[in-house]
């Protein structure tokens, strides 16, 4: 499957573009003052991935090709963006197109950098950006309705349609986003509006950072944007941390009790989120992860290498990782029975390293 699109947003100078200029190792205007990005600045990542590294020294190959995530620095979003204030058209047009939203909220204090309401509130900011969502997916979904009616007029069996955008009108009229709300097929009949408040958030809380280690704090925090996942960074740490050698940064980030930097903690949450995992192929020409979604049979997992590979798949040879860096090889790992031959039904895991079977 292709790249995952992560949308960055939230309201302006809350640390968007230099979060993004740490995870990317970009150099984008990172300014102090509303709409410093308006075109919005793009970045692919390779995804972190150290098995990778391991097993392009057992099979003496140079050429590794990891799991990559895309990431989107979307402009600042203010109050009115769905009446077009601010950048808003811009901004709302920008989000449509990414898989999941990184909505970045202030929590750091800071006189030199203001913030475009003069005051910290996380709560407020993250309202406004859902009540801004929300009425642009109300728009959306009225202007469909009205024309749906007409149609069902002449078909009743679109019925069923329209009681579902009848369904999401209600659940935004009451402030409730759509992604947690809706049931998966119901979320699929309206898939082609691109609703914005239908698309997953992983709340991104820039802190100060005395307050990484404040659980107290941090809990409380998470707790206003339950149940949608929430991860907490302090953007002007991890930009120190992208300017170091990467020993010297694992350094420095372990001495503030990090097991991860904010690339990787964001990337095990946005594959968790978006039901994501990879799976790996290990040979001489190249080592490679693939992502692929969770719970998806081999058969499926070879169309992510190639659709004749899903169309003549006969068999998945299957080795655990862990075990073909402990044996060595491939040949092995069969001479002691660690290789499975599985069949077009069997369900991935993200262990997995395979070479496919196919006939064309």
């Known amino acids: 499957m292709s790249s995952i ?34 075109e919005p600045n793009v970045g692919i990542v390779a995804v972190p991935d150290k098995r990778l590294d391991r097993l392009a020294k057992l099979f003496n190959t140079t050429r590794i090709v990891p799991a990559s995530i895309r990431f989107v620095d979307i402009a600042g979003l203010v109050a009115g963006a769905s009446k077009g204030e601010g950048l808003g058209n811009q901004f709302l047009s920008h989000i449509r197109n990414v898989s999941v939203i990184i909505e970045v909220v202030r929590d750091f204090t800071d006189t030199q950098v203001v913030h475009v309401n003069e005051s910290i509130d996380a709560q407020r900011d993250i309202g406004t950006i859902t009540t801004e969502l929300a009425l642009s997916d109300l728009e959306t979904l009225n202007r469909r309705l009205t024309k749906l009616n007409k149609e069902i007029k002449a078909n009743p069996k679109l019925k069923p349609v329209g009681d579902v955008i009848n369904k999401a009108i209600s659940l935004l009229d009451d402030s409730k986003p759509l992604y947690h709300q809706l049931e998966e097929e119901d979320l699929e009949a309206l898939s082609d509006l691109g609703l914005l408040t239908a698309k997953p958030v992983i709340y991104a809380f820039n802190v100060d950072e005395v307050d990484l280690i404040n659980q107290a704090k941090l809990d409380s925090l998470s707790a206003l944007v339950s149940p949608a996942p929430s991860m907490f960074i302090c953007a002007k740490l991890e930009s120190e941390f992208s300017t170091l050698e990467d020993y010297d940064a694992a350094e420095l980030r372990e001495s503030y009790g990090f097991r991860e930097s904010g690339l990787e903690a964001l990337v095990t949450l946005s594959f968790k989120t978006l039901g994501l995992q990879t799976f790996l ?12 979604k969770a719970g998806s049979s081999a058969r499926t997992a070879a169309g992510a290498i190639h659709s004749d590979m899903e169309r003549g ?12 860096i402990t044996l060595g090889s491939w040949s092995a790992a069969r001479a002691v029975g660690k290789v499975r031959t599985e069949g077009r039904d069997y369900i991935m895991q993200d262990d997995d390293v395979v070479e496919f079977k196919f006939n064309v």
């Open 5 to 38: 699109s992560c949308g960055i947003v939230g309201l302006p100078n809350v640390g968007k573009s230099t979060l993004f200029n740490s995870l990317t190792k970009a150099s984008v205007l990172a300014a102090n003052y509303p709409f410093a990005t308006i």
């Open 281 to 292: 192929t290990a040979g001489e020409k190249e080592v490679r992860a693939w992502t692929i």
């Open 313 to 324: 798949f006969i068999a998945a040879d299957i080795v655990s990782y862990s075990d073909l």
